[in-house]
Nanobody, 124 residues
Framework: QVQLVESGGGLVQAGDSLRLSCAVS????????MGWFRQAPGKQREFVAA????????NYPDSVKGRFTISRDYAKNTVDLTMNSLKPEDTAVYYC?????????????????WGQGTQVTVSS
């Protein structure tokens, strides 16, 4: 059974940093792209970051480029998202995702597997 389990969400202040982690299990993802989406209340789900399984290539939309970093931890078999200089508009539920398809500049999909999501709240 494929599982993507997120952790690390919480309440932080504007300007703080936060690190999300997605534990991956249940199958081999060597041919997949791994990454993150987010969804704020009343808004569509938004692509945040993606990385190849080997960690050699990453992709970010302009909204987070330079502030967010996606990485792979091979020992722990996780996909991590480090978020710096957080803003109130970063408040959302963050979802881990896996797709056989490469990301585009502003979007990514279709997604084959989703995590259950973790809440990130940034106060001003």
């Amino acid at each position: 059974q494929v599982q993507l389990v997120e952790s690390g969400g919480g309440l932080v202040q504007a300007g703080d940093s936060l690190r999300l982690s997605c534990a991956v299990s249940g199958r081999t993802f060597s041919n997949y792209f791994m990454g993150w989406f987010r969804q704020a209340p009343g808004k569509q789900r938004e692509f945040v970051a993606a990385v190849t399984w080997t960690g050699s290539n990453t992709n970010y939309p302009d909204s987070v480029k330079g502030r967010f970093t996606i990485s792979r931890d091979y020992a722990k078999n996780t996909v991590d998202l480090t978020m710096n200089s957080l803003k109130p508009e970063d408040t959302a539920v963050y979802y881990c995702a896996a797709s056989r398809f490469p990301p585009r500049s502003t979007n990514w999909g279709p997604v084959d597997y989703w995590g259950q999501g973790t809440q990130v709240t940034v106060s001003s």
